[in-house]
């Protein structure tokens, strides 16, 4: 609700929760007309025809829609008019993608220093601008200015997405994600409310405690939505939850995750709870790069949307297959076109056809952020330690936190099943992948708190602290 009017947001928490579907409709007319109006079937049905291109037209259109921003930013965004001044290049120098090398690559500092460095100058002008702000999980949120026309494209690639899974515009939906529906005071339910405009029923992901989640599985069993949508660690708590009482009969179409890290386990889970497939979606507030799951599982990077290089931490592209840092061109914001971002995460790429027949690249792994990546003593860069919990019985939640090289903390929400030739077990399966080195503490929690935008964070590391 950040974005919700403050007049709205103020009268909403005064009223009963049955009256504040009333606010939540109206907030989600809002921001149909935001999302979904103006050019937004036009674009629609331009990436509809588009993704099933040939590789060859694919790279046509990627380097016609490159001469489109360079030309855009050169003559619009100060921080281009000043670099292209400084190093006299200008876009007669750009002809092919791999010219996109000459350009620098910035980072959240730059644009979090002076953000409006990076907007059109000729965009900022119009009375329709607007600011969205990153999640800040690393440091203080981003600004990140926006117009509705390039908002309304941003989302014909989330509806295309759900095209891939049979999901249709309207369906009826359950979304579990950052915004507090409900006050934090209230302890009986309903912990959702109803936006009937959008036909979305928006559960908080802030009371999902163990003897709250009956009234979720209550609540989703009786409106049957054909649509689940949400961060992994939330939708994770519920189906865990389901499969102890063998609770089943929701059924959804599909289940789309977001914003957060889908582990192994907690697909593997959740597909078991709910008797469906997951699809998973990476993507960012910056509106830069959109990754997404296809039918038959394989990650795609959206190519209309914007260009994905792979780098090593000297900067140059790694050989296809090799995991490096994700730098991301953006081609839908308008008002603020980043070009070369360094998004913070590490991603791999591979040389695979699918079956589905699109000729997107394919994400082989996203393996989180840069700042959360763990390292042993010795200096060697962990690999994901979330297969060790799939085996692991009686753990609710945990969260790997590491503050120097020669330790990390598990903080681990428990239940009764949870025994000491369980904590042995656990301790075996981490020492096998870190190393005899490397301490490991427990710590017991009641629960592990999330981010202030209900962003669960499974690893935290602070070694690095001093580089952010």
Request: charged share 25%; proline share 5%; net charge positive.
């Amino acid at each position: 609700m950040a974005t919700m009017n403050k007049l709205i947001e103020s009268i909403y928490y005064t009223l009963p929760p049955l009256f504040q579907n009333v606010p939540i409709s109206t907030y989600g007319y809002w921001l149909f007309k935001r999302r979904y109006g103006g050019n937004y079937q036009d674009y629609l049905k331009d990436i509809i025809k588009t993704q099933f291109f040939s590789c060859s037209q694919i790279e046509q259109l990627q380097r016609k829609k490159m001469i489109q921003l360079l030309k855009h930013v050169f003559k619009n965004v100060p921080f281009y008019q000043q670099w292209s001044k400084k190093t006299g290049l200008t876009i007669k120098d750009f002809r092919s993608i791999t010219d996109f090398q000459k350009l620098p690559v910035i980072d959240k500092e730059q644009i979090r220093n002076d953000p409006t460095l990076f907007c059109a100058t000729n965009y900022l002008q119009r009375k329709n601008i607007f600011i969205i702000y990153t999640s800040g999980t690393i440091g203080k949120p981003l600004k990140i200015f926006c117009d509705p026309d390039s908002r309304q494209l941003h989302y014909t690639f989330w509806t295309r997405f759900q095209m891939w899974h049979k999901v249709s515009f309207g369906m009826r939906k359950a979304t579990f994600c950052g915004r507090i529906i409900a006050s934090p005071k209230q302890l009986k339910p309903p912990f959702w409310r109803y936006d009937k405009f959008q036909n979305n029923y928006l559960f908080s992901s802030y009371h999902m405690s163990e003897e709250n989640l009956k009234y979720y599985y209550q609540k989703l069993l009786e409106i049957r939505p054909k649509q689940i949508v949400g961060y992994p660690s939330s939708l994770f708590i519920l189906a865990r939850y389901m499969k102890k009482n063998n609770l089943k009969g929701i059924k959804p179409i599909c289940i789309f995750t977001t914003a957060e890290t889908l582990l192994a386990h907690q697909r593997e889970t959740i597909e078991d709870a709910f008797e469906c497939k997951v699809a998973d979606q990476y993507g960012c507030t910056e509106m830069c790069v959109f990754i997404s799951q296809c039918e038959y599982g394989t990650y795609h990077v959206h190519p209309e949307y914007g260009i994905l290089e792979v780098l090593d931490q000297n900067g140059n592209p790694v050989p296809m297959g090799v995991a490096g840092e994700a730098v991301c061109t953006g081609f839908v914001n308008k008002t603020m076109p980043l070009v070369r971002y360094r998004l913070g995460d590490i991603v791999r790429l591979e040389q695979k056809d699918c079956p589905c027949g699109r000729h997107f690249p394919v994400v082989a792994e996203i393996l989180g952020r840069v700042d959360d990546i763990l390292i042993t003593p010795d200096g060697r860069p962990l690999g994901r330690l979330d297969p060790v919990f799939k085996e692991i019985e009686g753990i609710r939640e945990t969260q790997i936190v590491q503050t120097d090289r020669q330790s990390i903390t598990l903080n681990l929400v428990i239940d009764e099943g949870f025994t000491e030739q369980t904590k042995k077990k656990l301790l075996y399966e981490l020492r096998k992948r870190t190393g005899d080195q490397m301490k490991i503490h427990l710590n017991f929690l009641n629960s592990i708190p999330r981010e202030a935008n209900g962003k669960f964070r499974a690893v935290i590391s602070r070694t690095n602290e001093e580089n952010q």
